[in-house]
């Protein structure tokens, strides 16, 4: 059997952080006890002007790479789960094949599962993997959320940030992944949306996101629960077996509901919402590389990669570290 092992993290914050009263001087009619008592979110970061996508998904999958000790050019797949990709096309994970040098005829594709994308790429990229397709993946998250977001729309411009969180993927004969789950429910899709499209020219309908904040909250904690208990059951395991659980970071409220539900101590669940807010594709990854390079998560834990976002999306990976 092939497993798909992870072998290295990164991520990449760009910028200062920007905190909740940097917000509320800026002109949104907002507080930081508001902001921090319904979501635990302190700061968030925002790309610069001339920073694209593809740009912080360099950075992360350089840290990422350094971390795996390996050559670049051995990357034979490359996944970038985005929903605020750099240009319609080519995708994102092209842009950044390129700027990374690599020109080994790998392929390079985007995935878009929103806040649910890099649990999405993760499980892909295990696929071709287990199947002796590729030998070495980069499997990324990032995203520019600062640019879809409506400054006059306070119930949402204050969730989001920017941000990138990259991992390489090699095939390996001991445990790496042990079982992953996706699942999506197009119904919901107005719940949390940007229905908008360039078209002839023009952006027609709306380039802001929305989203029905309750709704997609009761969403969310259901099936963050049920997705942990259905990937620990394909892997053989009891939830009360996972180690570390690494949850989509959207809101703290969520994530202590969701370990309520799954009847988990919350510390054992990684949470690094406070720093950087909501950065959608770019979130499990992120808290991931937070989790290694400070050393809790240890070799041969059972982790658990959880996300849930538009579409709706959700889904979960379950991983030997
Ligand atoms: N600052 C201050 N007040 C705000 C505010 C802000 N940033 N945003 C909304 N409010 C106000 C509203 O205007 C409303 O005021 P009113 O009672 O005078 O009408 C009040 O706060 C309550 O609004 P409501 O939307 O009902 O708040 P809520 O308790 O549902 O909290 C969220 C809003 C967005 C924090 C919450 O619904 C949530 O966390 N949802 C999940 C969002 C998420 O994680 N999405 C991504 C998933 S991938």
């Known amino acids: 059997m092939i497993y798909a092992k992870v072998i290295g993290t990164g991520s990449y914050l760009p910028g200062a952080p920007i905190t909740n009263d940097d917000l509320v001087a800026r002109g949104i009619d907002t507080s930081d006890a508001w902001i921090v008592e319904r979501t635990g979110i302190r700061a968030r970061h925002f790309a610069a002007e001339s920073e694209l996508t593809s740009d912080l998904a360099l950075q992360a999958s350089r840290r990422a790479i350094e971390a795996a000790g390996v050559d670049v050019a051995s990357i034979d797949l490359i996944i970038v789960a985005t929903s605020t990709p750099d240009y319609v096309f080519p995708s994102t994970a092209s842009l950044l094949q390129d ?7 790998g392929a390079a594709f985007d995935v878009q599962a929103v806040c649910s994308g890099f649990v999405f790429a993760l499980a892909t990229a295990e696929k071709f993997i287990g199947s002796g397709a590729c030998k070495r993946a980069l499997v990324v998250g990032a995203e520019v959320f600062s640019r879809i977001l409506d400054w ?18 090699d095939a390996s004969e001991t445990p790496g992944i042990l079982s ?24 027609v309908g709306s380039p802001f996101l929305q989203m029905d904040g309750q709704a997609v909250f009761k969403f969310a904690v259901k099936v963050l629960g049920d997705v942990a208990v259905e990937a620990a ?18 809101n703290i409220r969520i994530l202590q509901a969701t370990a309520r539900r799954l009847d988990l101590p919350i510390e054992k669940m990684v949470v690094t919402v406070g720093q950087h807010g909501n950065t959608s594709a770019a979130s499990v990854p992120m808290a ?12 041969g834990q059972n982790v658990l990669l959880e996300g849930v976002g538009g579409g709706f999306t959700w889904g979960a990976v379950l991983l030997k570290a």
């Open 99 to 105: 700027k990374l040098g690599i020109r080994n005829g």
């Open 288 to 299: 991931f590389d937070v989790a290694m390079r400070d050393g809790r998560i240890r070799a």
């Open 180 to 203: 992953s789950v996706l699942h999506t429910d197009g119904q919901y899709s107005k719940i949390l949306s940007v229905p908008g499209q360039v078209s002839c020219g023009k952006v």
């Open 233 to 250: 059951g394909i892997a053989g395991i009891s939830t009360g077996e996972i180690d570390w659980v690494i949850p989509h970071q959207a």
């Open 152 to 169: 006059n729309d306070r119930g949402t411009c204050v969730l989001f940030g920017d941000g990138a969180g990259a991992v390489v993927l």
